[in-house]
């Protein structure tokens, strides 16, 4: 689901990055590691069993700008897009400020009235979301006995 609502917006994000730079060229690698990188990070935040900052944030309470969780996106993003697309440092923050918030706020779009749940949160991620919940989540309690 996540890769369906990352790539229902892409014109209108391809149409962001590039209003800031980046050649349309380089959208597809641009948009394609945006969305690795927020599923790679949302899988290691199910596989740790720690969404609360996530649920908190796509169930309205607290704003994209406050989360601990987007930033450290925004922020692995960066290093990404230097990394592996050569960017320089000051374009893969500014790049990183724009993708990974828009993205974000598509997803919220997307979240029901009733808010989401770890459920939720696997069918974002796909299949594979709910074996990284449960094993992070029941990896927690097979540590207490």
Same mark, same amino acid.
């Given at each position: ?36 990188? &927020? ?30 969780? &987007? ?23 500014? &790049? ?36 990284? &919940? ?12």
């Amino acid at each position: 689901m996540l890769e369906s609502i990352i790539n229902s917006t892409k014109v209108e994000l391809g149409k962001k990055l590039s209003e800031n730079g980046i050649s349309e060229d380089q959208l597809d690698s641009v948009i394609g590691l945006a969305q690795n990188t &927020v599923m790679d990070n949302f899988r290691s935040y199910a596989s740790s069993g720690d969404l609360n900052d996530i649920l908190s944030l796509f169930n309205g309470k607290q704003s994209i700008q406050a989360s601990s969780s &987007v930033n450290n996106i925004i922020a692995d993003y960066a290093g990404q897009l230097i990394a592996k697309l050569g960017f320089n440092e000051s374009t893969a923050k500014s &790049v990183a400020g724009i993708a990974i918030p828009f993205i974000m706020k598509m997803i919220n779009k997307q979240t029901p009235d009733t808010g989401l749940d770890d459920k939720d949160i696997n069918s974002l991620l796909g299949s594979t979301g709910l074996d990284d &919940v449960q094993n992070g989540i029941l990896g927690k309690f097979k540590n207490l006995f």
